[in-house]
């Protein structure tokens, strides 16, 4: 069965420091992964996709096959980046929309 | 982008009751759409895949009886959790996929409480 872990619950960083959250996965065969965004009192949604290959709001990750990793980055933070973060891998094909979600990070940027 | 709305955001019921929450798509059509669980502190669970018109397909561990689902429509999911107990309290999200790339979007949830 597939697996998404995000080793961190926490993370915070200062205003304009660089930021990574990361997120590895298991699964034998070749998953989609994405990235949500949960800002405070607001519904997941969708940051970035790994087959779009796009920069969303300064974020950019990228797949990694080797090290089964597919981190989020950014390299200046903004306040308005604080949020929940989740990495979520789907199986695809007729599983697609199906997501096995990582635990979540909670990414606080300071002023 | 496609809009998923849920209702009700919040519940609050005896143990021993039914609660039924539904999950609809508000602009676009949804032939498949998708039920979660989050407790506190932890991450989603899919519980379910909801297909409009036929039965829905339970992730292992899921009680199809304790979770029943229905797809009546093309924009309507609804989940009832029947004979509900304290531990069935968590949040329950729905997600549909919609516009043109297939992007899931979710709903806003919702926080069910059982006394």
């Known amino acids: 069965a597939q697996r998404v872990t995000q080793p961190e619950k926490l993370l915070s960083v200062f205003k304009g420091a660089p930021v990574e959250l990361k997120c590895n996965y298991s699964?034998?065969?070749?998953?989609?992964l994405f990235w949500y965004v949960q800002y405070s009192r607001q519904r997941l949604q969708l940051l970035l996709r790994h087959i779009s290959r796009e920069s969303i709001k300064g974020f950019t990750a990228d797949l990694n096959k080797g090290e089964t990793s597919f981190h989020l980055k950014k390299p200046f933070a903004q306040e308005e980046d604080s949020a929940m973060y989740y990495c979520?891998?789907?199986?695809?094909?007729?599983?697609?929309?199906?997501?096995?979600f990582g635990q979540g990070t909670i990414l606080t940027v300071h002023p | 982008g496609a809009v998923v709305s849920q209702h009700p955001s919040r519940v609050i019921c005896k143990s021993g009751t039914s609660v039924k929450i539904e999950c609809r798509s508000l602009?676009?059509?949804?032939?498949?759409m998708f039920w979660y669980r989050q407790f506190p502190k932890q991450s989603l669970m899919l519980m379910a895949t909801s297909n409009e018109g036929s039965k829905a397909t339970y992730e292992q561990g899921v009680e199809k009886d304790k979770f029943l689902i229905n797809h009546a429509s093309l924009t309507l999911s609804t989940l009832t959790v029947t004979s509900a107990h304290p531990e069935d309290s968590s949040f329950y999200i729905c997600?549909?996929?919609?516009?043109?790339?297939?992007?899931?979007?979710f709903g806003e949830g919702s926080r069910l409480t059982v006394l």
């Open positions: 602009d676009f059509q949804a032939t498949t």
């Open positions: 699964y034998s065969g070749s998953p989609e």
């Open positions: 979520a891998l789907s199986t695809g094909g007729t599983s697609y929309g199906k997501l096995t």
């Open positions: 997600s549909a996929r919609g516009g043109n790339t297939g992007e899931l979007f």
